[in-house]
C-alpha cells in the first residue's frame, strides 16, 4: 500500500528532483519557489541527495551554467518563476538551441508592472516558444510524477530538449495535498542513469556547441531540427505515460478529459486553477447542463490531433484563458482555435475567456456564467471574447481602491 | 625584487605547436587574435572555450572550428556562468567516476570588452566571488567591434566611435575615462590577474605559465590593437600595439592576491605617437590640433606612472 505525505508543490518539485538523482543544482531565489532550492540545498548539503547544488547571481546566470553542466554530461534540476523565467529567457532559447535535456520547474507567478505575487501564466508563456517543452501540472503529485517524466522525455534520444515543469505559485507551491512518493529503486528502471552519446566536453573528444551559422538555410536546417524533435516528444510522452501507469498506476495523457462523455460545451483551462473547473463542471451539471472541462497538460509540444479529438463534435467550446497577450486576449484560445479550423465537425461556437489573473479567484458563479454565455453562443452559432472575469463585488472593491488612490469616478 | 621571468626567457622558449590554426573569419591584422594564439601555447590543446558575443564568436562558424579544444558560445552576459556550469560538471563526473581524469579540460571564458566591462560585469563579479577555478581572457579592443565599433566603458578618453562621434558639440569624440577593470576585478582579490599584450609575447606567456600554478580565476586583459575599428592599416598592429605599451598607455602588470607588479616598465614616449597613427584619433590632430585633449591624455598616463613608481618599489628590469 502506498503512503500518501503531505508536501506542498514546492517540496514535491524537489522530490522530483531528488528521485530523478540529478547531478547539479544551480540556483537563484525567487518567490514563490524557494522552497525547492531552500530543499534541494539542504539534501545536497547533508548528503541525502549526491548533487551539486551553486547559487549564482542571476537567472540568467543559473540558466547558462545549467545549460553548460548538461552540455558537459550531468543530469541538471533547476527552478524560477515570474520575473526570473523572463530574466533567463535569452538562455532558454539558447541552451534549448544546445538540445540539453534538463529540467526547470517554473512556479507560475504573475509579471510585472503592476508587480505581484499570485499565479498566472503569463510567465511561462513568455517560453511557449523557446524550444523548451512544457508540462503544467494541477496537482503536487502531477508535480512530482510530470518531473520523472520530463527527464525521461528530455534525455530520450529523439527529443533532446529541456523541459519545464509548471506549477501555480502559492495554489500549489504552499499548498499541502497528499502525495506518494514513488520508491527510488522504481524510478530507476523509469529513468536510466544519464549517460548522453551526443554531448560532453573531454580532451579526448573535443567538440564545438553552439556555433554560428552563416546564412539562413544552415540556421532553417537546426531551428527545423528542433521543431521535428519536439513533435517527437508527443510519442515519446505516451510511451513514458504508459510505462508510468505500469509502475505506479497513475496515467497521464497529454491533455486530460473530465466528464466529456456526454458533453455538449467544454471548457479548456490548464493548470491548478482546472480544480475549480471541474469544481464548476460538476455544479453545472447538478443544473442540467452537459458540461464537461479538457485539461491542457502538454502545451509544448502542442497535442492538436489530442485536443482536436476532444472537442470535435461538441456545440460550443470555451478556452480560459489565465494570461492575457494585451491587443489580442488569450494565448491559449488562438491555438485551440487554430487547431479547431479544419476539423470537419468543429464545435459552432469558440469563446474566449480570460481569468485568474494574479490569482484573482474564479468562483462556481462565474463558471456558472462562463457555461450559460458559452452554450448561448453555442445556439447563435457564433462565439464571443475575450470576455475577463470579474464579479461585481470585485468591481465594486476596485472602484473604492481607485478613489483613495485620488481618481475622480 | 625585480619581477622576473622564469619559463620563458627567450622567444624559441615558446611552444612551437599551435593550438589555434588560421584560416578564420577575423580581420587582418587582428590583435586580439595573436594575443590568444600566444596564450593557446601555453595553455595546450585541452581547453575548453565558452564564448561570449563579440568579434570570436565568429572563430568557430559551422562546420568549421580553428581550435584544437572544445567550444560552447553561451551569450554576450553570461559566458562566466557558463564556465561555472561546465566546471562543476566536469567536477561531478570526476568525482563519481563518470569521466576519467585524463578527460579534465581547463575552463577559459573568451569576451571582448563590450561583455568583459559591461554585460557580464555581474557574472564575472559573481564568478570570482565564488572563486571559480577558470580562466579569464579579455580581448579588449576597446569598442563593440564586431557591430561597428561602438562606444563601450572600455573607450578611452578622445576615441571617435559610431556612436561618439568628433562634432561641434563634441570635438573630442568620447570624453569618458576608460573603465579601470583590472583595479575592480582586483577588488574581488582573485589569486591572479594580469594585462597582456600580443607584442610583448614572453611577457604574456610567462604569465600564463605563472596563473596555471593557481587554483581559482585568472584573468587576463589583452589590449587588442584593432586596424578595423583603430583606423590603422592591419600590417601596422604590431606598432600599434608596441607604442600602447611604450608611451605607458597600456602597462603591462600582474596582481597575485591582490599585490600589484609591473612587468614591465617602458620609457614612456609620448602618447601622441601612439595616437598619431590611429584613425580614431585622427580629429585630435587635424583640422586643428586639440591641444588640451591631448594634454588631458599625456598627463593621465604621467600621473598614473608617477603614482605607481612612487608607491611601489616592486618594479621589473629590463
Keep these: ?409 | 625584487m625585480p619581477w622576473q621571468r622564469e619559463t620563458f626567457k627567450k622567444i624559441k622558449q615558446i611552444p612551437r605547436e599551435e593550438y589555434l590554426l588560421p584560416g578564420t573569419s577575423l580581420c587582418a591584422g587582428c590583435g586580439g587574435l595573436e594575443a590568444l594564439r600566444l596564450a593557446t601555447k601555453v595553455l595546450g590543446g585541452n581547453v575548453v572555450y565558452v564564448n561570449a558575443a563579440g568579434c570570436f564568436t565568429l572563430l568557430a562558424v559551422y562546420p568549421f572550428t580553428p581550435f584544437h579544444g572544445s567550444w560552447l558560445y553561451t551569450t554576450m552576459g553570461s559566458a562566466p556562468a557558463g564556465a561555472q556550469g561546465i566546471r562543476d560538471a566536469l567536477d561531478v563526473l570526476l568525482a563519481k567516476q563518470r569521466l576519467p581524469k585524463e578527460e579534465d579540460l581547463k575552463v577559459v571564458v573568451l569576451a571582448g570588452d563590450g561583455s568583459t566591462y559591461d554585460m557580464a560585469l555581474s557574472a564575472t563579479s559573481a564568478a570570482i566571488y565564488r572563486n571559480l577555478d577558470f580562466y579569464y581572457f579579455c580581448y579588449d579592443n576597446e569598442a563593440y567591434g564586431n557591430t561597428g565599433v561602438q562606444l563601450s566603458s572600455a573607450t578611452p578618453y578622445g576615441a571617435r566611435t559610431s556612436t561618439s562621434p568628433c562634432s561641434l558639440q563634441h570635438p573630442a569624440g568620447s570624453v569618458r575615462e576608460k573603465k579601470d577593470l583590472f583595479e575592480i576585478w582586483r577588488a574581488h582579490k582573485p589569486p591572479y590577474i594580469a594585462t597582456i599584450s600580443p607584442r610583448h609575447p614572453l611577457d604574456l606567456a610567462e604569465k600564463f605559465a605563472k596563473a596555471g600554478k593557481f587554483t581559482g580565476p585568472k584573468l587576463f586583459l589583452a589590449l587588442s590593437a584593432c586596424p578595423t575599428g583603430w583606423g590603422y592599416d592591419p600590417a601596422q598592429t604590431t606598432e600599434v600595439a608596441r607604442l600602447a605599451v611604450e608611451t605607458g598607455l597600456w602597462p603591462l602588470k600582474e596582481a597575485i592576491n591582490g599585490q600589484v607588479v609591473h612587468t614591465y616598465v617602458p620609457k614612456r614616449r609620448p602618447v601622441e605617437e601612439y595616437l598619431r597613427l590611429q584613425g580614431r584619433f585622427h580629429h585630435l590632430f587635424e583640422p586643428t590640433r586639440q591641444e588640451e585633449a591631448i594634454r588631458h591624455i599625456q598627463g593621465r598616463v604621467t600621473a598614473y606612472w608617477e603614482q605607481e613608481v612612487a608607491g611601489s618599489r616592486n618594479e621589473a628590469s629590463h
Excluded at chain 1, 551553486?54 to 558537459?72: K, Q, R, W, Y
Excluded at chain 1, 492538436?304 to 486576449?329: C, E, I, K
Aim: hydrophobic share 45%.
Design chain 1, 1 to 409: 500500500m502506498a503512503i500518501h505525505e503531505m508536501m506542498t508543490g514546492n517540496l514535491a518539485a524537489a522530490w522530483g528532483a531528488r528521485l530523478a538523482d540529478v547531478d547539479y543544482v544551480p540556483a537563484f531565489p525567487i518567490t514563490p519557489q524557494t522552497e525547492i532550492v531552500e530543499a534541494l540545498a539542504d539534501w545536497c548539503d547533508n548528503g541525502e541527495l549526491a548533487a551539486r547544488f551553486v547559487t549564482l547571481d542571476s537567472e540568467h546566470s543559473m540558466m547558462t551554467a545549467a545549460g553548460a553542466a548538461a552540455a558537459t554530461g550531468a543530469r541538471v534540476f533547476t527552478a524560477t518563476s515570474s520575473q526570473g523565467l523572463l530574466y533567463a529567457c535569452e538562455v532558454l532559447y539558447t541552451i534549448a538551441g544546445w538540445r540539453v535535456p534538463l529540467v526547470l520547474v517554473n512556479v507560475s507567478r504573475a509579471l510585472a508592472a503592476p508587480i505581484t505575487l499570485e499565479p498566472d501564466h503569463n510567465d511561462v508563456l513568455s517560453a511557449r516558444d523557446s524550444g523548451f517543452l512544457q508540462i503544467h501540472a494541477e496537482t503536487c503529485q502531477e508535480v512530482l510524477d510530470s518531473i520523472l517524466m520530463a527527464y525521461r522525455i528530455a534525455e530520450d534520444e529523439r527529443v533532446c530538449l529541456p523541459v519545464i515543469v509548471n506549477m501555480d505559485g502559492f495554489y500549489l507551491s504552499f499548498t499541502r495535498e497528499p502525495v506518494i512518493k514513488p520508491a527510488q529503486e522504481q524510478v530507476r528502471t523509469f529513468l536510466p542513469p544519464y549517460r548522453p552519446a551526443h554531448l560532453g566536453f573531454k580532451a579526448s573528444a573535443p567538440q564545438a556547441l553552439g556555433v554560428a551559422v552563416l546564412g539562413g538555410a544552415p540556421y532553417s536546417h537546426f531551428r527545423h531540427q528542433m521543431h521535428l524533435a519536439a513533435s517527437n516528444a508527443l510519442e515519446v510522452h505516451q510511451e513514458a505515460a504508459a510505462d508510468f501507469a505500469r509502475l505506479w498506476g497513475r496515467r497521464y495523457d497529454l491533455v486530460e478529459g473530465y466528464r466529456l462523455e456526454d458533453a455538449e460545451d467544454v471548457l479548456v483551462m490548464s493548470n491548478a486553477f482546472a480544480t475549480k473547473g471541474k469544481a464548476g463542471v460538476d455544479e453545472a451539471r447538478t443544473r442540467g447542463r452537459r458540461v464537461g472541462l479538457l485539461r491542457l497538460r502538454v502545451i509544448r509540444p502542442w497535442p492538436a490531433a489530442s485536443v482536436a479529438r476532444a472537442l470535435r463534435g461538441r456545440r460550443s467550446v470555451a478556452v480560459l484563458d489565465q494570461n492575457l497577450a494585451p491587443g489580442s486576449g488569450g494565448i491559449l484560445f488562438q491555438e485551440v482555435a487554430a487547431t479547431l479550423y479544419h476539423e470537419p465537425g468543429r464545435p459552432r461556437a469558440l469563446c474566449s475567456f480570460v481569468g485568474g489573473l494574479g490569482g484573482k479567484d474564479i468562483t462556481v458563479a462565474e463558471f456558472e456564467a462562463i457555461f450559460s454565455q458559452t452554450q448561448a453562443a453555442g445556439e447563435r452559432g457564433q462565439g464571443i471574447g475575450p470576455v475577463l472575469l470579474y464579479t461585481d463585488r470585485e468591481r465594486r472593491e476596485m472602484e473604492g481602491l481607485l478613489t483613495i488612490a485620488g481618481n475622480k469616478q
